[in-house]
Nanobody, 119 residues
């Protein structure tokens, strides 16, 4: 089992910055990929950015050049630095971790943190 706890959300004006944190605990050694998704009411949850144990990263087109994902393996924490925020970035941001156990893919989710960007 993996537990994920997000922090760092809040209200910011357009053009501002926020940094989200996701602290992982439990069987963190099994995590293959960890990252961030977001969701607004009435829409599907969408990928924002992920990073793998090998160090590769994957970003949604709408955040490229503005958001940066990073991880501190010593602290079992992944960060999402969000710059040049836009009102359309307003959403609940969820941390996600994927692990593999005997060939079975397991998805873990945090409780979410609200990010609100005012115009």
């Amino acid at each position: 089992q993996v537990q994920l706890v997000e922090s760092g959300g809040g209200v910011v004006q357009a053009g501002g910055s926020l940094r989200l944190s996701c602290a992982a605990s439990g069987s963190t050694y099994r995590i293959n990929t960890i990252g961030w998704y977001r969701q607004v009411p009435g829409k599907q949850r969408e990928l924002v950015a992920t990073t793998s144990t090998g160090g590769s990263t994957n970003y949604a087109d709408f955040v490229k050049g503005r958001f940066t994902i990073s991880r501190d393996n010593g602290k079992n924490t992944v960060y999402l630095q969000m710059n040049s925020l836009k009102p359309e970035d307003t959403a609940v941001y969820y941390c996600n971790a994927v692990s593999w156990n005997w060939g079975t893919k397991l998805d873990y989710w945090g409780q979410g943190t609200q990010v609100t960007v005012s115009s």
